[in-house]
């Protein structure tokens, strides 16, 4: 596959795995993902929060405590920018969610870095700012990832 067929097809891959995961269909977001992908947060969502996760069993598992009270994320793709390496992409993103029961707005923005090996993303560095996640969740997302 030529890179700029390659960059075209991942972007696709990244469009449906994003909306898989911000609608909490796990299963095909799974699809997306190498078992044993390394995600990385250099700016951690939560204090206790690791700043390195491996697996993609792990990052849903972590993923549906944090989704629990919502109806999902219903991350949109905002821009991609393309790589001299095919198999790379970054890519900026956002959600937009209301959290039950309170009825409070979560809405975030996301900048990734995510290398492919085939179909599979094998590595994501996810840039996020924690301060919405506090705003709107407060403590019950600490209590939540410590239980």
């Given at each position: 596959?030529?890179?700029?067929?390659?960059?075209?097809?991942?972007?696709g891959l990244f469009e449906q795995l994003i909306a898989a995961y911000g609608?909490?269909?796990?299963?095909?977001?799974?699809?997306?993902?190498?078992p044993d992908a390394l995600f990385?947060?250099?700016?951690?969502?939560?204090?206790?929060f690791p700043t390195t996760m491996k697996g993609r069993d792990a990052f849903i598992e972590t993923?549906?405590?944090?989704?629990?009270?919502s109806d999902g994320y219903n991350h949109k793709v905002d821009r991609f920018y393309d790589?001299?390496?095919?198999n790379t992409l970054i890519v900026e993103y956002h959600s937009d969610?209301?959290?039950?029961?309170?009825?409070?707005r979560y809405a975030n923005t996301y900048l990734g870095i995510l290398r492919f090996e085939g179909d599979l993303v094998v590595y994501w560095k996810?840039?996020?700012?924690?301060?919405?996640?506090?705003?709107t969740y407060g403590n019950f997302v600490n209590e939540a990832a410590s239980s």
């Open positions: 596959m030529e890179d700029d067929a390659r960059r075209q097809h991942i972007r609608s909490k269909d796990f299963e095909t977001f799974a699809r997306f993902v190498d990385e947060w250099p700016y951690l969502p939560l204090k206790e993923s549906k405590t944090g989704m629990a009270n790589q001299l390496d095919p969610s209301v959290v039950k029961p309170s009825g409070d996810e840039y996020v700012n924690p301060l919405p996640i506090l705003e």
